[in-house]
């Protein structure tokens, strides 16, 4: 295993536990306990986690795992969802993508979409991440627009004033929503409150809103919130969430899409 994609397992184990032991770690990757040590001091030089005698701890209960850093973990899952939120866009239209690894595989579904191959725009993308318009600018029949504001490092996203200038001027046919947590009472949700600013702009320019999440993110709550449930025309979800959960949302006016 190279250390990057340790680095990566690493993290993940410790957003999932909150804590991590060398000797546990190590068992777990199947590498010494040196290389697990090695490893939990730079990640914390990096101020990734802090160091504890035996092991390490997150920074808090909403450490939000920087997008870099996070694995293929529900990657399947994720693909399928893309694929069905890509279908659910016309040609021509104008789509807000957020960021996040769920809308970053949207944003590759509709690029290779053959009857998006060609266009003058094909479709146009307005997103505020940074890793997205990196992907879909090589795309001639694509338009993308991408708001200003400053980038904040864990999710790609820009945020702040500069990017509510811009998405104040514009109109949007569908925005596609990564969230970190959707649940019928306490909405759609993100861990920092200026990217959730920013997402909720995006919602508020679209004439429809869909979020793709895996079932995971469904039933939870957290920090900064986007959107009421009923502001959600279309959850995408995987064929995970269960039947309460689907009839929940359905009663609350969103429609459910599984995959």
């Known amino acids: 295993m ?41 990640l914390a030089e990096q101020q990734m986690l802090v160091r504890t005698r035996g092991g390490a701890v ?24 893309a694929k069905a939120v890509a279908d659910l866009v016309a040609p021509g239209e104008a789509v807000g993508l957020t960021g996040g690894t769920t809308t970053t595989e949207v944003a590759r579904a509709l690029a290779v979409r053959s009857d998006l191959a060609a266009g003058s725009p094909a479709l146009t993308v307005v997103t505020n991440a940074l890793n997205i318009a990196n992907e879909l600018a090589v795309r001639p029949q694509f338009k993308i627009v991408v708001t200003g ?32 947590a959707l649940d019928v009472v306490h909405g759609a949700a993100a861990h920092d409150e200026a990217e959730a600013a920013i ?21 939870r709550r957290a920090f900064a919130r986007i959107c009421a449930a009923e502001t959600v025309d279309t959850l995408v979800t995987d064929a995970a969430v269960d039947e309460h959960t689907v009839r929940r949302f359905e009663e609350a006016g969103v429609g459910v899409v599984t995959v």
Not at 16 to 34: F, I, K
């Open 149 to 180: 504001g400053v980038a904040r490092a864990q999710s790609y996203e820009l945020i702040g004033p500069l990017a509510d200038g811009v998405l104040g001027q514009i109109t949007l046919d569908v925005a596609v929503l990564g969230v970190v």
């Open 199 to 219: 997402n909720r702009l995006l919602c508020e320019r679209a004439e429809r809103v869909v979020v793709a999440a895996d079932s995971s993110k469904l039933g």
């Open 2 to 42: 190279s250390r990057d994609a340790r680095w990566k397992a690493l993290l993940e184990l410790l957003v999932e536990r909150g804590r991590l032991d060398v000797e546990e770690a190590a068992a777990e990757l199947a590498v010494s306990a040196a290389t697990i040590r090695r490893d939990f001091d730079q």
């Open 58 to 81: 997150v920074h808090g209960v909403s450490y939000e795992l920087p997008l870099r850093y996070k694995t293929a973990r529900h990657a399947s899952e994720k693909q399928r969802i």
